[in-house]
């Protein structure tokens, strides 16, 4: 495949060949930079390596963020869910711990991998993990299930948006959200059709989502639309392997994503001049921070 | 369209928070500091747009100072950036400073005093997802991105002089990528910006600097 341009692309080519989507995506990317596959796999692997170190460092130390107003959240919701019953399960609050518990690291100038963006890294990470751990999965398919991830982010890429400046937030956290839930089908054994109604399922259930970063910071709201995005990832993933369906294709989400993005107004697209931003308490947190510098 | 990578995609991997003015800003000031020399003695860093108005809370400061000490934009020491500055006797001030509408929101400009007492400004974008632009140095436009090894020289623009320069380099087997000539009028000064797949080692840049019209030429390491 030598362009890359819809999920239905994917999808076909994978379901045709009797492979998974990532090994379209591998193939895509090997032709593209006139490589082997297995460079670009030793290069993902040390992709997933930080991923799930910037886990590690974020529930084992609280760090406050750069701006001081995150910090602690992961470790909080990992020590809740080890001593209380949980309401929502414990494997789904110990994606979501997992997924702030990364959002944090980035804002304390940790090291991360921006998946897309570094507002939005806690969610892939958060829900491959989860995955892994409950299905006893080794690394190398990790890796494949990140290719299956970036071959939809390029295609959201590439008709609608990565980023919060020109899409909002639902081009960060939902793009991560839809990647995720697409990679997790994957790695379940769902099909490559499953995966991409995953996909079409996260997002719709995003669609509209607003960038307002409090004080302009990659904090607030930034670091619990992670937990948002990784919770999303996971039920999509298990309606889609349920044999639920997105009415509306995939692409075609996509595509109105792009449309609802560009329809934004600029107040809400990372300018920090709408939404929670404007909020009273957002604008105390704004004018405070203004001040201590 | 464009054709990503998926490496656009998941990556870079980074020290957070944003990938624009952290990350960015620590490719910037690895750019001027390749433009420089090397770490400089002096510098003051001028802050336009966005970065003016969040350059703490994205550590973008940390990243500027740590990015002309050499670290890059995944290196977790970038966080200790100020007492490795003052170890290295590195200098700075942080202004915020506007530019005018005309330039990129997130453009810093460094005002670098090099190891060898030279003085050179530089100017650049972080244009998103960690990609960065140098568009002034010392005043001249330029399009630099750092992808590439990058030659730059002023000349006299008279005919020929490129000519010249590019033979130097096919003399010693350095392919030119890619390449852009700017100038403020014609006849006057241009500046020649020149993207090879090769690195250019000194002798070849002391050889381009015999031609009569060449007056400096400077080679910038990729980052
Ligand atoms: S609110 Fe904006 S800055 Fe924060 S994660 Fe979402 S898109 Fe990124």
């Known amino acids: ?293 | 369209m464009r054709e990503y990578s998926v490496f656009d995609i998941l990556g870079p991997v980074m020290v957070g928070p944003s990938s624009s003015h952290t990350a960015g800003a620590s490719r910037l000031a690895l750019l001027a500091r390749s433009v420089a020399g090397g770490t400089p003695q002096e510098v003051q860093i001028l802050l336009h747009g966005s970065f003016a108005e969040t350059y703490q809370g994205h550590g973008s400061d940390l990243a500027l100072l740590g990015g002309l000490l050499g670290l890059g934009p995944d290196d977790v020491a970038i966080k200790d950036a100020y007492n490795l500055a003052q170890e290295a006797g590195l200098k700075y001030t942080f202004t915020p400073i506007n530019l005018g509408e005309s330039y990129h929101p997130n453009t810093v400009k460094f005002i670098i005093k090099t190891a060898n007492n030279e003085k050179i400004t530089v100017t650049g974008a972080s244009i998103g997802g960690g990609n960065v632009l140098i568009t002034e140095i010392n005043d001249f436009s330029v399009e630099l991105k750092g992808d590439l090894p990058t030659l730059i020289s002023n000349h006299y623009d008279v005919p020929g002089v490129i000519a010249q320069v590019s033979l130097i380099l096919a003399q010693h087997e350095i392919n030119i990528a890619f390449m852009r000539v700017f100038r403020k009028e014609k006849r006057k000064i241009a500046t020649m910006v020149l993207e090879t797949d090769e690195l250019v080692p000194q002798s070849v840049l002391d050889e381009i600097l015999q031609v009569e019209q060449v007056v400096d030429v400077r080679f910038v390491e990729p980052i």
């Open chain 1, 1 to 293: 495949m030598k362009t890359l341009n819809y999920v239905q692309d994917l999808i076909k080519e994978a379901e045709k060949r009797k492979v998974k989507i990532s090994t379209i995506v591998k193939e895509y990317e090997a032709q593209k930079r006139e490589t082997e596959i297995k460079e670009i796999e030793k290069e993902m692997l040390k992709q997933w390596q930080v991923m799930k170190e910037s886990i590690n460092t974020g529930l084992k130390e609280v760090r406050r963020s750069m701006g001081g107003l995150i910090g602690g959240e992961g470790k909080k919701l990992q020590d809740y869910l080890v001593k209380s019953n949980t309401l929502a399960g414990e494997k789904i609050n110990l994606a979501v711990a997992r997924a702030l518990a990364v959002a944090e690291v980035n804002a304390s100038m940790g090291k991360i991998v921006a998946a897309p963006t570094g507002g939005s890294c806690g969610i892939i990470p958060g829900a491959l993990v989860t995955v892994q751990e409950e299905l006893g999965l080794e690394d190398e398919v990790l890796v494949d299930a990140l290719f299956t991830a970036a071959g939809i982010g390029i295609v959201i890429a590439k008709n609608a948006s990565i980023s919060g400046a020109q899409g909002g937030c639902q081009a960060e956290c939902g793009a991560a959200a839809g990647m995720a839930a697409a990679a997790c089908v994957e790695l379940a054994g769902g099909s490559p059709s499953m995966a991409g109604h995953s996909c079409g399922i996260a997002l719709k259930n995003i669609l509209g989502l607003v960038c307002d970063p409090v004080a302009g910071l990659v904090e607030v709201p930034c670091a619990k639309r992670n937990a948002m995005g990784v919770s999303l990832a996971l039920v999509s993933a298990d309606m889609a392997l349920a044999g639920i369906e997105s009415v509306i294709p995939v692409d075609e989400v996509i595509i109105a994503m792009g449309q609802v993005g560009e329809n934004l107004p600029e107040t809400l697209r990372e300018t920090a001049k709408g939404g929670l931003a404007v909020s009273d308490t957002g604008k105390k947190i704004a004018e405070s921070y203004k001040q201590e510098k």
